[in-house]
Structures are given as structure tokens and as C-alpha cells.
């Protein structure tokens, strides 16, 4: 079982950058796919970005490709989630998940979820 923690959120104007990250605990990240999802107040949470165990296939949803790059570390047992020109829709909670099951894209194929955190940004 792997436990995982995210940090790297905060505040930022509209067009900055942040950059998450996702430390694991327990057994290595490198037997997950990890993946990025978030929840905005009052909305479901969703995919965000996702990287196969080498780090040779990356996913990611259609409002983020070209803004948002994700990799991983595995030596470090840390997964990234870099965020650039971000938007004010952007803000919301993020969580990083070990993919247990077949879809990428599916939030109930993951479990270890971390406990989150904000990003918030500001027009």
C-alpha cells in the first residue's frame, strides 16, 4: 500500500505557475501510474493529467494540454505536476491517486489518494 502527499499549492495570478508535487510513502510509486485530478467547490472531482510507471505515456485532459506537464522521479518516488498560464477555472483542490484499475481517465480506478491542495488563482 502506498500513501501519498501532495504540496506546491497556492495563490497565483492569472498566467503564473505553480508546480505540485507528489511524494510517496510505503511501496514505491513506481509500480502506479499516478495520476492528477481536482475538485472545484461544488463540482465533481476530475482527471487532470496522468504518467504511466516509466514516464513514457502521459495523459492528459483537453483544457490543460499545452499548459500543464507532468513527469515523475522515481528514484525520488515523486510525481510533478508543472502549471503554467493558469487560468482562474484552474482553481480548485488537487489530489494525486495510485491508478489500481484499467482507465487513466476514470477517478474510481484510483486509490492512496492524498489529501489535497488548493491552488488558487486570482484574474
Known amino acids: 500500500q502506498a500513501q501519498l502527499v501532495e504540496s506546491g499549492g497556492g495563490l497565483v495570478q492569472a498566467g503564473g505557475s505553480l508546480r505540485l508535487s507528489c511524494a510517496g510513502s510505503?511501496?514505491?510509486?513506481?509500480?502506479?501510474?499516478i495520476g492528477w485530478f481536482r475538485q472545484a467547490p461544488g463540482k465533481e472531482r476530475e482527471f487532470v493529467a496522468a504518467?504511466?510507471?516509466?514516464?513514457?505515456?502521459?495523459y492528459y485532459t483537453d483544457s490543460v494540454k499545452g499548459r500543464f506537464t507532468i513527469s515523475r522521479d522515481n528514484a525520488r518516488n515523486t510525481v510533478s505536476l508543472q502549471m503554467n498560464s493558469l487560468k482562474p477555472e484552474d482553481t480548485a483542490v488537487y489530489y494525486c491517486?495510485?491508478?489500481?484499475?484499467?482507465?487513466?481517465?476514470?477517478?474510481?480506478?484510483?486509490?492512496?489518494w492524498g489529501q489535497g491542495t488548493q491552488v488558487t488563482v486570482s484574474s
Open positions: 504518467i504511466s510507471t516509466s514516464g513514457g505515456s502521459t
Open positions: 491517486a495510485a491508478k489500481i484499475s484499467l482507465s487513466v481517465y476514470t477517478k474510481s480506478s484510483y486509490a492512496y
Open positions: 510505503g511501496r514505491t510509486l513506481s509500480t502506479y501510474t
